[in-house]
């Protein structure tokens, strides 16, 4: 099976690099998040051919003069129907430590995808 993640964090908005630690949060996050998908493919008896993940950590400068964080995590699966992947990321998303470290307390979208 192959493996592979990407981080990708935007300061503003605008495209701008976020700078270490917020890279180092997205990367952990993918990380993470992968290890949570086959944990939730296993438990399935689901078998995946193939995972990647991408997660978009946003720093926010909000009208009230504060910061705020968002996350996107898009995970694309092998070896499942579009359904199924969506499925097991929602599942991933309740057994990831990151997910549950800032549940409630940052927008966080689960975008899955399947490989073609």
């Known amino acids: 099976m192959a493996v592979s993640y990407t981080a990708v964090v935007d300061v503003d908005g605008e495209g701008r690099n976020g700078g270490q630690v917020r890279s180092s949060v997205a990367a952990g996050w993918a990380a ?32 009230d003069g504060g910061f705020s964080l968002s996350a996107v995590l898009n995970p694309v699966l092998g070896g499942v129907d579009q359904a199924t992947a969506q499925e097991l990321a929602e599942a991933a998303h309740q057994i990831c430590p990151y997910s549950k470290a800032t549940r409630d307390n940052i927008p966080v979208t689960v975008n899955a995808g399947v490989a073609a």
């Open 32 to 63: 993470c998040f992968l290890g949570a998908l086959r944990r939730a493919a296993t438990t399935r008896r689901i078998r995946l051919t193939s995972t990647a993940i991408t997660a978009e950590i946003t720093l926010t400068h909000g009208d």
